[in-house]
Each structure stands twice: as C-alpha cells, then as structure tokens.
T-cell receptor, first 116, second 112 residues
Framework: DADVTQTPRNRITKTGKRIMLECSQT?????MYWYRQDPGLGLRLIYY???????NKGEISDGYSVSRQAQAKFSLSLESAIPNQTALYFC???????????????FGPGTRLTVL | GDSVTQMEGPVTLSEEAFLTINCTYT??????LFWYVQYPGEGLQLLLK?????DKGSNKGFEATYRKETTSFHLEKGSVQVSDSAVYFC???????????FGAGTRLTVKP
C-alpha cells in the first residue's frame, strides 16, 4: 500500500462549488504539506502543518483552507472554486529534521482538479 | 526570498547520451539541496540530495555536487536510458524555516 494517499485522484467541478481534497499517510510523519503544480511553474506551497495543532500559510494560500484532523490526515478545501485553481495538487509528508538530517519530502500521487 | 532556477526544457536525448540539467539557487541561509523526479502519472520522488557545500549526492547513476561558490547543484548522468524519461525538479530546503522551494521542472525525453 502507498505511504501517502490522496482522494480523489481526479475531480471536475464548476465555478463556485466547495471542494475538499483529502490526504492520508501511514509514514507516521508529523509534517504535512499541500502543493499545487502548474505547467512551467513547478510546485508552489499552499499550506503546511508541523503537527495537529500547527497550521501555516505557504506561498499561495489565498482561496484555500486546510484542516489537520489527525497526525495522519490533512485536507485541503477550496471554499468557492474558480477556474484558475485548475491544477495538479500534491500532498507531501516529512520527518522532523534532526542534526544534519534533511527535510526529504514524500509525495502522494496527486489530484488533478479541473474547475469549469 | 529563497529561490531555485533550473534550465528550461524540454530536453531530448538519445539513449546512452550524457545528461546535464543546470540548477542554481538563491538562499540567505545554508540550505539543503535536492533533485526530485516525477515519472508520468506519479508524484515526485526524491532522487538525490546534499546537505552542505561540496557534498555529492548520487543515486541510480545520477549525481549532483553542492557548489556554494557558484550556488549551483547541476544534475548529471553519464549514460541515460529510455526509463529516465521524466520531469526533474531541483529544490532547496532552508532548515531555519523548513520552507521547500522548487524549480519549474525540466522534462527529459530519452529516445531509443
């Protein structure tokens, strides 16, 4: 079974609808992230969470909200979807850094969202 | 803020050709540097990493050296295979704020 799973894998919705993307992980990591990927722009960070009680805005948080329901679950919501939120969305997890260890991130398979 | 710039693609090579994908960075602190690979239809996977200047990361025949003097982390492979066709992302992580920044990605296609 995959360590980081995302549901749904594909979603088509209409402008103004509320959408929730879900992410679950079995790696036991405290840190979780949401990114969006757009052609030519790479990945941009939307929100991240260092533990259940910690939520932080990333580079492009406007129009999005998140909920960390448990250590293993981190969901992303679009309260009122708009067409320029059409993108590929990735969830990722990482360990706490310690000493010289690095913040390697482990990614889910992605959710392709289309807003019409 | 911190940023990563990598060479634009797409890059098309014949099998067994030499690969270089350039990556340079801007950072105020002492970041860790990464190369991630994204195969078609999948999420990103860590390919290799380096945590300090002059470190060399290597994996699956790929390697990259952390060059502080030129703020670079170029990805190289001596002989590419068709199975290396993917999108490659350079990234940095500033451990002071745990902010991961990605480059735009470079699509590599290797032809038989």
């Amino acid at each position: 079974d995959a360590d980081v799973t995302q549901t749904p894998r594909n979603r088509i919705t209409k402008t103004g609808k509320r959408i929730m993307l879900e992410c679950s992980q079995t790696k036991g990591h405290d840190r979780m992230y949401w990114y969006r990927q757009d052609p030519g722009l790479g990945l941009r960070l939307i929100y991240y969470s260092f533990d259940v009680k910690d939520i932080n805005k990333g580079e492009i948080s406007d129009g999005y909200s998140v909920s960390r329901q448990a250590q293993a679950k981190f969901s992303l919501s679009l309260e009122s979807a708009i067409p320029n939120q059409t993108a590929l969305y990735f969830c990722a997890t990482s360990d706490l850094p310690s000493g010289t260890s690095t913040d390697t991130q482990y990614f889910g398979p992605g959710t392709r969202l289309t807003v019409l | 803020g911190d940023s990563v710039t990598q060479m634009e693609g797409p890059v098309t090579l014949s099998e067994e050709a030499f690969l270089t994908i350039n990556c340079t960075y801007t950072a105020t602190g002492y970041p860790s540097l990464f190369w991630y690979v994204q195969y078609p239809g999948e999420g990103l996977q860590l390919l290799l990493k380096a945590t300090k200047a002059d470190d060399k990361g290597s994996n699956k025949g790929f390697e990259a050296t952390y060059r502080k003097e030129t703020t670079s982390f170029h990805l190289e492979k001596g002989s590419v295979q068709v199975s290396d066709s993917a999108v490659y992302f350079c990234a940095l992580s500033d451990q002071s704020n745990n902010d991961m920044r990605f480059g735009a990605g470079t699509r590599l296609t290797v032809k038989p």
